[in-house]
């Protein structure tokens, strides 16, 4: 019998019942098919009545012995919730279950065993895709759980995400479990070709857990236990107790997880007087991070010291034993769901031959000769960068204007010496720059941070940072080239009149970071003094002790100043008493005199950018003159000055703080801004720009300094 392509819901109608198991195979149900088929059971539901696809002596138990299925195929079908996804079950460890296939099916979102295999000989279990992705109720993750099979192969198989929906959680995490199973001598249960990853959530994790297992060949897995979130206990692969025949050659196990007790890329126990016979050789074992190790080779089940901390050590365990030709490089993969490495150290540096067990790879590309270590196959190549991650901004932002920093990796095999970047602020237009004088050896990280920082919007942001040109060429994998962030950047306390600052004496650093349009009645009409049909403005109250009050500006966020009066704050009217803008897009108002008022009479000042496309940032305002120093100022020096070199070099002395630093051309326009760095020297960029005279202009601690420069 063969059923293909049929939608089978055992939900009823998203109701659970008693029971609901999508498809029961039972009493000799041999040489039959199930392809192409989506079957659905409970996704909420944690009792053992629901499941996806049974095998199973009982109409009431998912999991009863019997002569229930052989020469059974599974293929091609999408398994959907259940305490179980598929149960396939023999009769006894005498009593097998023969020639049943589990192929290139999708077994999600189940409670706690995505495929039980009970007692089978033969079995394959390939090609399937494991994983919880979305599952809000969830408990201990079996990902493929082989129990008392004999022989067979488990190939090909992606096992993953065990708590996307439920990243809290504290439950285990078994992706591969094999169970008293055995091979022969003369012919191993094969385990090849296995990807496991995106491991999160916060209990103990053991990728491949061989527990009292005989005759297992464990070849070319790849094992990333690199999540970002901490789990406790971490082992890429677990050897439990007495075994025979056990080989590890060829795979990757990756641990850089944090661990709040241990994290073992290898863990080996045994009963004091059988430890186990195996081989492992020819594999790549990476961890980083505190309480990391290479390997345990002992009789405690729950070591958390005593481990092997560096390959060296764990070569030395065991008389010399284990590893001898394996590595430990960080394999580098493209991404924590994409295991393709790009570590140039473990292509064709696996088995001096290829295993004739696994002539494929993952995606059945044909073996090298050697062979690559891990599940692919991979060619690394001269020029290939990748943007790691963008470390700045983040969430929250910061007032005005925030540098753009990202970390590139060198993933190509020769010396990086130059790299374009560019980024994008909410798909706006992209701002390109090209970094040279690199010396980033193959494997290499650093840091890298854009002339041009951002001054973002109030609320959330999406930045988007792109590489490209590895030493002025083609990049060869541009699927690592791109990375996003979003943050937040927080709206001003005085953005609204209603919870404006007060001026006094004294000077305030304010800023219009991430400020908004105030509509409040009567501030909806467009400023009588500026094209700003928008203004992006914060609030200040002004009483003034007679009819003119003069206020003192400094910083081009503050390039517009408006003033009304009001009789409440909340719903106005407020009616203007007063504007005036500096004329020219990002340049500050300066010193502005307000007349027309009435003495002891509160007003609302609104301060925002002369435009409404203004950089917006920090600016200072006070009702007492500001303290200017002019270019002839110690504080500040320049060099070269002129300038032939596409840089110009900045020296602070006396000023510390945040504040801005920015090149202005010979109209008053800003084309050049970024944060200032603090006290002493600063570099900055000028390439790109025309030659000629520009005022080089810094504002820090209330005070601004200038310098006229000449860029040749």
């Not at 296995?194 to 297992?216: F, K, M, P, Q, R």
């Not at 089940?301 to 960080?330: E, I, K």
């Not at 200017?628 to 500040?636: D, G, P, V």
Request: aromatic share 10%; charged share 10%.
């Amino acid at each position: 019998m063969t059923l293909d392509s049929l939608n089978i819901d055992a939900t009823n109608g998203g109701t659970p019942g008693t029971y609901g198991w999508g498809l029961f195979i039972t009493n000799q149900a041999d040489n039959d098919i199930v392809r192409n088929c989506t079957v659905t059971s409970s996704e909420t539901s944690t009792s053992t009545f629901f499941a996806g696809i049974v095998v199973s002596g009982s109409a009431t138990s998912a999991t009863s012995g019997g002569n229930n299925a052989n020469n059974l195929l599974l293929e091609g079908n999408t398994v959907i919730g259940g305490y179980y996804g598929i149960t396939l079950v023999g009769t006894s460890t005498t009593v097998r279950g023969t020639g049943n296939i589990v192929r290139d099916n999708t077994i999600r979102d189940f409670y706690l065993y995505g495929l039980l295999a009970y007692y089978q000989e033969g079995a394959q279990y390939v090609g399937n895709d494991v994983h919880r992705a979305t599952r809000a109720s969830a408990s201990t993750f079996y990902g493929l759980y082989v129990y008392y099979n004999l022989g067979g192969r488990v190939e090909r198989n992606r096992i993953h995400d065990p708590f996307n929906g439920t990243t809290a959680s504290t439950s285990a995490v078994y992706p591969l479990y094999v169970y008293y199973s055995d091979g022969t001598a003369a012919s191993p249960i094969l385990v090849a070709n296995n990807l496991i990853y995106n491991i999160n959530g916060g209990g103990i994790t053991y990728g491949i857990y061989s527990y009292y297992s005989d005759y297992v060949d464990y070849y070319h897995n790849t094992v990333s236990l690199d999540d970002s979130s901490t789990g406790t206990t971490l082992r890429a692969y677990y050897q439990y107790a007495t075994a025979t025949g056990i080989t590890l050659r060829n795979n990757i196990f990756s641990v850089t997880r944090p661990a709040s007790t241990s994290a073992y890329a290898i863990y080996v126990y045994y009963l004091s007087a059988t430890p186990p016979v195996m081989t492992s050789n020819y594999n790549d074992l990476y961890v980083a991070g505190s309480n990391a190790y290479i390997g345990y080779y002992g009789t405690s089940t729950v070591a958390t010291t005593g481990g092997a901390a560096t390959l060296a050590d764990w070569r030395a365990t065991n008389s010399n034993a284990f590893d001898q030709n394996s590595l430990s490089v960080d394999p580098r993969f493209r991404s924590s769901s994409d295991l393709r490495p790009a570590a140039a150290g473990l292509n064709n540096s696996g088995t001096p031959t290829t295993l004739t067990r696994v002539p494929l790879d993952f995606a059945q590309v044909t073996r090298n000769n050697p062979p690559d270590i891990g599940a692919y196959e991979f060619a690394p190549t001269a020029n290939d960068v990748e943007v790691v991650s963008i470390d700045s901004p983040s969430t929250p932002a910061t007032p005005g204007v925030n540098p753009v920093t990202v970390t590139i990796r060198n993933n190509g095999t020769v010396l990086l010496t130059s790299v374009t970047l560019s980024y994008t602020l909410n798909g706006g237009t992209a701002q390109q720059e090209t970094f040279t004088g690199l010396t980033l050896a193959s494997g290499g990280s650093t840091q890298l941070t854009f002339t041009q920082g951002v001054v973002a919007p109030s609320g959330p942001n999406t930045l988007v940072v792109t590489a490209s040109l590895p030493n002025g060429t083609t990049d060869s994998d541009p699927s690592n080239n791109t990375q996003t962030v979003t943050f937040n950047q927080p709206t001003p306390n005085n953005d609204e009149p209603c919870s404006a600052v007060a001026l006094g004496t004294g000077t305030i650093t304010g800023s219009n970071s991430g400020s908004s349009t105030s509509l409040q009645p009567g501030l909806a009409t467009a400023p009588s003094c500026s094209p700003a049909s928008a203004p992006r403005d914060v609030w200040f109250t002004l009483t003034p002790t007679g009819t003119t009050s003069t206020l003192y500006l400094s910083g081009n966020p503050a390039g517009l100043v408006r003033v009304f009066s009001s009789p409440n704050c909340a719903n106005g009217p407020f009616t203007q008493v007063f504007c005036q803008g500096s004329g020219a897009s990002n340049t500050s108002v300066g010193t502005v005199t307000i007349t027309g008022l009435t003495a002891n009479q509160q007003y609302y000042v609104a301060v925002s950018g002369y435009g409404s496309s203004d950089f917006t940032g920090a600016f200072t305002i006070s009702t007492t003159p500001l303290s200017t120093r002019n270019r002839n100022s110690a504080a500040l020096s320049v060099f070269p000055n002129p300038s032939a070199t596409g840089q110009l070099t900045l020296r602070l002395t006396e000023l510390r703080g945040a504040g801005t630093v920015e090149l202005l051309n010979t109209l008053g326009q800003s084309v050049l801004r970024q944060p200032l760095a603090g006290s002493g020297e600063q570099l900055l960029s000028t390439r790109g720009l025309a030659a000629g005279l520009y005022t080089l202009r810094v504002q820090v601690s209330g005070e601004t300094l200038t310098r006229k420069v000449v860029l040749e």
